[in-house]
């Protein structure tokens, strides 16, 4: 499935593949695995599949396997990375960092065989740093919520050019306030 390609609602998806292409994450700490719905630097939705074979259920917890939290807080700021990173012609020699997590709540258990729909959605952007709010549903039920702030930096090892900010009619588009 290509960038451009659309549901009935102009809204773009991505399959793993083309997350992967946004994301420098992979097995095992890959956390979303399909993009339903992006409207460009404001909002995203996607899915997570939460599967017994994941590494983490081995010892949280023996006999009563549960997705740790930290994991769910990840998937969202995953979710928000690959609607961010979109944005960046340069994403390759970049990498989005957490700079903070705010009022993070777990509300339900996430067992083998859940399906994680994750919501994320855009309060601040600047060139370099973002502020997102996201939720966690299993079955329509909050599992998690969180507000995380993220920044963009250079990639150990990659040019040394600054981060190239996205098209200055998009920046137009949020406000310019401190995240």
Avoid at 93 to 103: A, R, S, Y
Avoid at 124 to 129: E, L, V
Avoid at 151 to 176: F, M, T, Y
Wanted: net charge neutral; with cysteine.
């Amino acid at each position: 499935m290509s960038e451009a390609s659309t549901t009935p609602s102009n809204a773009q998806v991505m399959d793993i593949q083309e997350i992967m292409r946004f994301l420098p994450h992979r097995f095992p700490f890959l956390l979303i695995d399909r993009v339903l719905e992006i409207e460009p630097r404001q909002r995203i939705v996607c899915l997570k599949n939460v599967t017994a074979t994941e590494p983490h259920f081995q010892g949280h917890f023996p006999d009563y396997p549960l997705m740790p939290g930290v994991l769910m807080v990840e998937a969202i700021a995953q979710a928000g990375g690959a609607l961010l990173l979109r944005e960046y012609p340069n994403r390759d020699n970049m990498l989005m960092v957490f700079t903070g997590i705010d009022d993070a709540k777990f509300r339900k258990p996430v067992v083998p065989g859940d399906q994680l729909r994750i919501e994320v959605t855009v309060i601040n952007w600047r060139s370099r740093a973002v502020k997102m709010r996201g939720v966690a549903t299993v079955d329509g039920k909050i599992a998690c919520e969180a507000t995380v702030t993220c920044q963009i930096v250079p990639r150990p090892g990659a040019a040394k050019a600054a981060p190239a900010a996205p098209a200055e009619e998009a920046a137009s588009a949020l406000p310019e306030a401190a995240v």
